[in-house]
C-alpha cells in the first residue's frame, strides 16, 4: 500500500492515511524521523513496525519486504510528503510488488504536482511531470531540448539554491516571454506563487533569498504559424544534399513545417 502525506500543512492529512498508520503490520518510512514527527503532530500511534526505505538501501531492503507481504503482513509505504514513488522512493518496491503477483495499491493524498498545477494560472487539460532537471549544464540543457516542442505545461521540481540557473536555462531554451510559475512551500505558512514570464520570474530569483520547497510550472510550447512551401526549398535541398531522395526530403520538411507536400515539391522544381 503507497499511502500519500501531507506536502506541508498537517491538516491536509485524510482519514484512511491515519487509519493505515495505526493499523499497518510494517510501515516503511523514508524518513524516520519525519514519519514519528508527523504522528505525533496527527496525535496517533504507528502500532507496527517502522523501517528506514530510502534511496539508499531500497534495492537491499525491497526484497525483505515483499517477503513479509507474501508471509501476510500489511505493509503501508510513505515518503517524506506526496506521493511514494513520484520523484521519491517506492518505484522499486512497486515494480517488485507486480512482478510478484502481489496486490498494490494507494491511499491518495495531497500532490505537490497538481497542486502547483492548479495554481499556476496555466492551461491545465494537458500537462507532464519532469521532476529535478540534471544538475549538469550540458546534461540540463540536453533534456530541455528534449523538450523544445512540447505543447503540454510542464512541471518540475527544484531546489532553492539551484532555482536561477534553472530559470536562465529555462529562459535561453524556451525564450523570456514564455509564461511560467514559481510555487514554493506549498500549503504550508509561507506559501508563494510568482506568476509571470520566464524573463520576469528570473529577475526575481536573482534579487530574492529563495527558500524552500519548490515547484516550476512551464507553459508549453506555442502552436507554430505554418510558413509559405517557397520558405522551405533551402531545407530540402539541404536534405538532398546529405543523399536523400528528392520525394522523401519534400516529405520530411513538409511534415516538419506543416505545408502542403505537393506545392512545396513544385517549389523546389521551381526553384531549379
Known sequence: MLAGTPIGNTGDATYRLIELLTTADIVAAEDTRRLHRLVQNLGITVAGRIISYHEHNEAAKTGELLDQVRAGKTLVMVTDAGMPSVSDPGFRLVEGAVAAGLTVTAAPGPSAVLTALALSG????????????????????????????????????????????????????????????????????????????????????????????????????????????????????????????????VAAVADEARVSKRELYSAVLAAR
Not at 141 to 157: G, Q, W, Y
Not at 184 to 199: D, F, P, Q, S
Open 122 to 249: 496555466l492551461p491545465t487539460d494537458r500537462f507532464c511531470f519532469e521532476g529535478f532537471l540534471p544538475r549538469k549544464a550540458g546534461e540540463r540543457s540536453s533534456r530541455l531540448a528534449d523538450l523544445d516542442a512540447e505543447r503540454r505545461t510542464m512541471v518540475f521540481f527544484e531546489a532553492p539554491h539551484r532555482l536561477e540557473p534553472m530559470l536562465r536555462a529555462l529562459r535561453e531554451r524556451f525564450g523570456a516571454d514564455r509564461r511560467a510559475a514559481v510555487c514554493r512551500e506549498l500549503t504550508k505558512t509561507y506559501e508563494e506563487v510568482i506568476r509571470g514570464t520566464l524573463r520576469e520570474l528570473l529577475e526575481w530569483a536573482e534579487t530574492n533569498e529563495v527558500r524552500g520547497e519548490i515547484a516550476v510550472v512551464v507553459g508549453g510550447a506555442p502552436e507554430r504559424e505554418p510558413g509559405k512551401p517557397e520558405d522551405h526549398v533551402a531545407d530540402v535541398n539541404a536534405l538532398i544534399a546529405q543523399g536523400i531522395r528528392l520525394k522523401e526530403a
